[in-house]
């Protein structure tokens, strides 16, 4: 999923370009794809490789997460400098944190060293992609509590990637 930014951005015209499309177009066919294919999966009640058992009757943490990378891009369409840095807060994040929980640290240390890991992540992105370096602190923290809620009808691979994203276009107008 880390590849996705650089594949909108650096080939995505051309991609799209194949089908006759621009890329916001693209993404948009390309969600409303992925909301028609899991819809059936679910009518049917089937798992696909990977899928836990329960996702045979719920939306799949992969659907969740693809669904959450599409907006990002279809409301960030030309804006590398922020769309890197919350694709990666989900695709490094949130197995990191998995990692964490799963050697046992306690929900304090997986969001303290959670949250260093994900402000290292927006320090590489303002190195490479401009990304405005305050947003480091500040968007670290919102992107370890937005993974946190145990919501039973939306994956935490989307709140992890919607709530900062929702943020992000709030401080937006501002820069």
Known sequence: MAALPWLYFTHGDTMSGYVNLDKPQFVSAGVIALILVETIRLKLGFTMYGQRDYEA?????LAWGAFAVGITFLCLPNSPEFVYPLIFSLSFGDPFFGELRRVDFQPKTVFLVGTIFIMLLWIITWH???T?????????PLCVAAEWPRL???????????IPLTAILLVVPWL
Do not use: C, E, H, Y
């Open 132 to 140: 405005p370096l305050w947003l480091a602190p500040i968007m670290a």
């Open 57 to 61: 009757k719920q939306v799949s943490a």
């Open 152 to 162: 039973r009808w939306i994956d935490d691979n989307a709140t992890i990637l919607l």
């Open 128 to 130: 490479f992609f401009g």
